[in-house]
Antibody, heavy 120, light 107 residues
Framework: EVQLVESGGGLVQPGGSLRLSCAAS????????MSWVRQAPGKGLEWVSA????????YYADSVKGRFTISRDNSKNTLYLQMHSLRAEDTAVYYC?????????????WGQGTLVTVSS | DIQMTQSPSAMSASVGDRVTITCRAS??????LAWFQQKPGKVPKRLIY???SLQSGVPSRFSGSGSGTEFTLTISSLQPEDFATYYC?????????FGQGTKVEIK
């Protein structure tokens, strides 16, 4: 059974930092690109960042570029999101997700999310 | 970056209605468009990818169409479990971008 379990969320002051983790199991983690998607309270989905299976290529939304860093440790089957210079508008539930699409197969797996609250 | 504009932002419909939601891309994205469903308090679930390919396990009353910049999600006969918010996502290029969502409510 595929599981994605996020952790690391919590309350942080504006300008602070936080690191989110996503522990993956039930699939060959290193084979798949992984993404972070967030959702502010009562708002829509926002794609945040993605990383290739090897970790060698990363992508970011303009809203987080230069402040957030995505990484992965394939030996630990874990995805990370290091967040710096946090702002009130970063307050959201952060989901890690495997949104795989190929010519022969497609699936999407999501964690349950971890809440990040940026407030003084 | 590619902007995705969904319409309508909300709608009321009855069980059995045919429902159509539109998503427009700010530039051509070929057929690299996905549709997600999210129910309150739940994680999103992908229904359609590649504009018209139905994800495994998704009921056939859901269908997608379009190419280039104009896309539609159609629910042929709305069921009680379909009341939810629907999002489009372009998977043509990075950064990926979601539409703002369409909330389908009970009339």
């Amino acid at each position: 059974e595929v599981q994605l379990v996020e952790s690391g969320g919590g309350l942080v002051q504006p300008g602070g930092s936080l690191r989110l983790s996503c522990a993956a199991s039930g699939f060959t983690f290193s084979r798949f690109a992984m993404s972070w998607v967030r959702q502010a309270p009562g708002k829509g989905l926002e794609w945040v960042s993605a990383i290739s299976g090897s970790g060698g290529t990363t992508y970011y939304a303009d809203s987080v570029k230069g402040r957030f860093t995505i990484s992965r440790d394939n030996s630990k089957n874990t995805l990370y999101l290091q967040m710096h210079s946090l702002r009130a508008e970063d307050t959201a539930v952060y989901y890690c997700a495997n949104l795989y699409i190929s010519s022969s197969q497609a699936f999407d797996y999501w964690g349950q999310g971890t809440l990040v609250t940026v407030s003084s | 970056d590619i902007q995705m504009t969904q319409s309508p932002s909300a709608m009321s419909a009855s069980v059995g209605d045919r429902v159509t939601i539109t998503c427009r891309a700010s530039q051509g994205i070929s057929n690299y468009l996905a549709w997600f469903q999210q129910k309150p308090g739940k994680v999103p679930k992908r229904l359609i990818y590649g504009a018209s390919s139905l994800q495994s396990g998704v009921p056939s009353r859901f269908s997608g169409s379009g190419s280039g910049t104009e896309f539609t999600l159609t629910i042929s006969s709305l069921q009680p479990e379909d009341f939810a918010t629907y999002y489009c996502l372009q998977h043509n290029s990075y950064p990926r971008t979601f539409g703002q969502g369409t909330k389908v409510e009970i009339k």
